[in-house]
Structures are given as C-alpha cells and as structure tokens.
T-cell receptor, first 113, second 116 residues
C-alpha cells in the first residue's frame, strides 16, 4: 500500500515564475492538507481540501492556491514566486471521520533563485 | 491563538542515555497532541498520538505524556541509539472538523543527535 506520494521531489524556479506541486494521498484517504516548512522551522499550514473543496486556509496569500481532483489527489500552485517561498512543501492525507490518523509525504523541495 | 514551543532546540547525548524532550502549548483546549520524527530533508513520521483524555502513550522505547492543565507534553526516549538522531516535532490540531483533523500547529522541533 503506497503512502502519500509527492512530485517533484526537488525543483528550482526563478522569481516571478509559477510552480505546481502534486500529491497523491494514501489509499482510502479523502482529505489532503498542504504545509510549508522553511529551514529550521516547523511546518506551517497552508490549506486543506475535502470533497474537492478548500475547507480551511492558513495565513498564506492568494498567490497560493490549490485543487483537489475526484480521485482525491491534489495540486498546490504558487504564482509570482518570491525568494521567501523557498521551502519544503509537505502534503498530508487523512480519512474524513477517522479522527486523528494523518500521514505525511516526503515533500517537494522548492528553491527560488 | 495557539502557540507551540519546544525546548531544547537541540540536544546532543551519548548513546545509551535516557532523555526527555519538552513541548508546551498556550491553549489547553486541545483534542490531542502528536509527536513526529523528521529525518534531514524528509517528511514527517508520526510517532505517538495522545488523545486529550489520555495521560500517556507508549511505543517501544518511546513514552509520551500529556498534562493539559499545565499545557505541557514530554517525549521520553529510553536507551537512546544513534538511529534516533533526527528532529522531533510536536503538534496540536488547530481545529477539528466533522471528525477529521484540521490544521496542525507545530513547534519548531528539537534536533537530537545521539553519539556512538
């Protein structure tokens, strides 16, 4: 049983560009959350998707947007990249109503130059 | 606003020592608290989850305790090994929606190094 998978694992972008990160949740999971983790910091919540809708959003600008597809996979899009967007982006999945079981992927390392 | 703090930020110990990592949170109205492990450049692995009604949870050499009234949790690692070297993070839910966990609020973590 594959866990949470994310792609790409590493990427380098230029300031002002746009990036799309992808996540496939663990089998049987329908809820996907995205986190940003800067070096030396704990992960910061970006938003959560359930039933293809954004259910909650953290304190991130509108440049950060997302989508969830009918198969529960998800994308994180970041527009007009800034140097400060350089971070590890983590996807986490869980099953609605299951309580507390949450699984994280290995993350996508984004470097903005 | 919930804030999570972890002390110490870094810890280096010789192999075999027992050690304690600390986590504190400002709002005691939590549903649960989780401890995660993160290896360098990797994702997070859940170690232990303590429900708000529980006082502690154990898994192998790990024991986590929770004192909601004082806003504290500790992770106890017995007989530490070099393979335990990693960053340990604690987190509490920011909200709980329809039985599903919402956003997690993390501390900055404690970076543990266990020397052979």
């Amino acid at each position: 049983d594959a866990g949470v998978t994310q792609s790409p694992t590493h990427l380098i972008k230029t300031r002002g560009q746009q990036v799309t990160l992808r996540c496939s949740p663990k089998s049987g999971h329908d809820t996907v959350s995205w986190y940003q983790q800067a070096l030396g910091q704990g992960p910061q919540f970006i938003f959560q998707y359930y039933e293809e809708e954004e259910r909650q959003r953290g304190n991130f600008p509108d440049r950060f947007s997302g989508h969830q597809f009918p198969n529960y996979s998800s994308e994180l899009n970041v527009n007009a990249l800034l140097l400060g967007d350089s971070a590890l982006y983590l996807c986490a999945s869980s099953r609605g109503g299951s309580g507390n079981t949450i699984y994280f992927g290995e993350g996508s390392w984004l470097t903005v130059v | 606003k919930q804030e999570v703090t972890q002390i110490p930020a870094a810890l280096s110990v010789p192999e075999g020592e027992n050690l304690v990592l600390n986590c504190s949170f400002t709002d005691s109205a939590i549903y649960n608290l989780q401890w995660f492990r993160q290896d360098p450049g990797k994702g997070l692995t859940s170690l232990l989850l303590i429900q708000s009604s529980q006082r502690e949870q154990t898994s192998g050499r790990l024991n986590a305790s929770l004192d909601k009234s004082s806003g504290r949790s500790t992770l106890y690692i017995a007989a530490s090994q070099p393979g335990d070297s990693a960053t340990y993070l604690c987190a509490v839910p920011g909200f709980y929606y329809g039985g599903s966990q919402g956003n997690l609020i993390f501390g900055k973590g404690t970076k543990l190094s266990v020397k052979p």
